[in-house]
């Protein structure tokens, strides 16, 4: 399976790469370069280790449904500069 | 992946549709705890995709981090968001409503339902703590109602007579019954909304709740026994 850093190959064509931002719920927005067929875990964890926080308080979001982290920006048929959410969970009793 | 036994709360245990349930997230079933998004994701992913198939076409649920982001976002994320959500076709959506007023930090005290009913274009409130998550609530009905203008009108609110809990901890149980109570109904055909008020009344009990609390946890450890991987 392809699979390499996020951002270290100019020479490969851009049209295997995208650019994507997740924002956070306080406004903030992290930016990403992926190749479109990288898996959304190393995203997630590569955006929760920036945000020194864990995978377990955040679910993330796109189009209104929840990113898996074994789905690609591919499947989800994203676009350069699309914008993934980032919830951290509620709690209510 | 190999799958995790370990004591880690934060360790992956169920991959189950959209959501990824921790052993932590599953622990809140195990006693008198409050629950997070997580299992109220779960337990809607379970009603529409296995227990009312049926009426997946035209009910929409909304979860606790969907309902979050409405609350929150700009007029033009929210049509974004809910352009996937074919909001035409639908004739029951219901959306966990949670008061958490920061954006930036996990929280909130109590859940609640906001459901919309295309027959009478209104929106009801059910709310197992009266006088709570008013104006969470109210918040959603305002975003959502701006998606559902039929005729120029966006639809009425009322606040629905709902049972009460008698204990500090079981919002989200009387949330995810509700939920259940009204996809039944819809799945009979005929949804009496008026006669929801008396089925609430007389199956909304405390031995319910307790009940539904463990099937939801044996649910969740069906799933993982059967070895979903995760």
Redesign the interface.
Known sequence: MADSGEDKKPDVSSTEHLNLKVRSQDGTTTFFKAKKTTKFSKLISAFCAKQSISEAEVVFMFDGERLRGEQTPEELDMQNDDTIDAMIHQVGG | MPRTDSED??SKVL?YG???L?K?DVDLLRGP??????II?FYYEYLLNEAHKLIQKVTLLLG???T??LA??GSEDVQ??????QLPSRSLIIAAI???PY?????????SLLAYTRQDHTFRHYNSSKGLNRDAARKGADVLGRLLVQEGKTPAYVEAKTPQQSN?????IYLLAITEMLCNERATGALDILDMEQVLTELLTPAHISRLRSRILKLITDRIRAGNPV
């Not at chain 2, 705890?33 to 997580?38: A, E, G, I, Y």
């Not at chain 2, 954006?103 to 859940?111: I, L």
């Open positions: 709360p934060d991959s959209d959501v990824l921790r932590s705890f409050w629950l997070n998004d997580q994701a606790g981090a969907t979050f982001f929150h976002a974004a968001m809910a352009r996937s959500w949670n008061d958490n954006v930036d930090e996990a929280g909130g005290s109590h859940w500090g901890n079981d919002c989200g």
